[in-house]
């Protein structure tokens, strides 16, 4: 059969259009999964350690709690209470899938079962899946890029919904992030439902080491009204060697 040039014409033309519309947004299309693995380790990296500073407001109390951490890629995370008197010694160990707490006042090491990961840590407003990482966005949540019409031209829009193997009370995750840094700049998380029952703010860039990062966060939720939880970074550290035992449950239990 042959093609009359009237229709070769056509039939270029639209190819044309299309390829002209296409190829320009694939070409501008971001890296989704490079991303959300630049906010999964946005405070880790081979190693690390940072001090910190944990305030938890609540309509009838304040606390707030001083703290070091120390990470080894994704894999493990060891926290440790410094005051008030009352919290000091208190220690969390997370290698791979397992976490252990250690309470000094009773000198015993409890291991914190898979069920209780969305649960609090110490009281706050962050889980202990939150603190310690036990699942990555990048490896537990399928991905895509909302559009931005209508929103700030400067920042990505991310969608997160939980795979089906993941064990999580989110049913999407929202993320806000910087085209220029992928820093993320707010978290919103909401239930199977659609409701948004949480989000987490990140502000107040500081140079730690030659390394910009947010040096606080804030986590507000929406269902215990006036309560707000706040995390700063005093000090932050990267890539130096950490003492063969960090990561183990003899440290737990270790006087500092």
Do not use: C
Not at 60 to 65: E, G, M
Not at 81 to 97: E, Q, Y
Not at 245 to 253: H, P, Y
């Amino acid at each position: 059969m042959k093609i009359k040039v009237s229709d070769f014409v056509r039939i270029m033309v639209v190819l044309f259009l299309f390829l002209f519309d296409v190829i320009p947004a694939l070409a501008e299309a971001p890296d989704l999964a490079k991303i959300i693995d630049e906010i999964d380790k946005l405070y880790r990296s081979e190693t690390s350690y940072s001090s910190m500073e944990m305030t938890i407001d609540n309509p009838n109390w304040t606390r707030t709690l001083k703290l070091e951490a120390w990470t080894e890629g994704m894999e493990k995370t060891f926290f440790h209470i410094l005051s008030p008197k009352k919290d000091k010694g208190i220690a969390t160990l997370r290698i791979g899938n397992e976490m252990w707490n250690y309470f000094p006042k009773i000198n015993k090491v409890m291991k914190v079962p898979p069920s209780m990961m969305m649960g609090s840590w110490m009281g706050s407003d962050f889980t202990n899946d939150d603190i310690v990482k036990e699942s990555t966005f990048l490896e537990d949540y399928d991905r895509r890029l909302l559009t931005a019409e209508g929103k700030a031209p400067d920042y990505h829009y991310i969608e997160l919904r939980p795979k089906e193997s993941t064990v999580t009370v989110w049913g999407k995750i929202e993320i806000k992030v910087r085209k220029d840094t992928y820093t993320p700049v707010q978290i919103d998380y909401f239930d199977e439902k659609g409701r948004k029952i949480r989000i987490q703010t990140f502000s107040d860039i500081k140079d730690f080491n030659g390394r910009k990062l947010p040096s606080r966060m804030d986590m507000i939720p929406f269902n215990k009204k006036g309560r707000k939880t706040t995390i700063r970074y005093l000090e932050a550290d990267f890539d130096k060697e950490l003492p063969f035992d960090t990561f183990s449950l003899s440290n737990l239990k270790r006087i500092r």
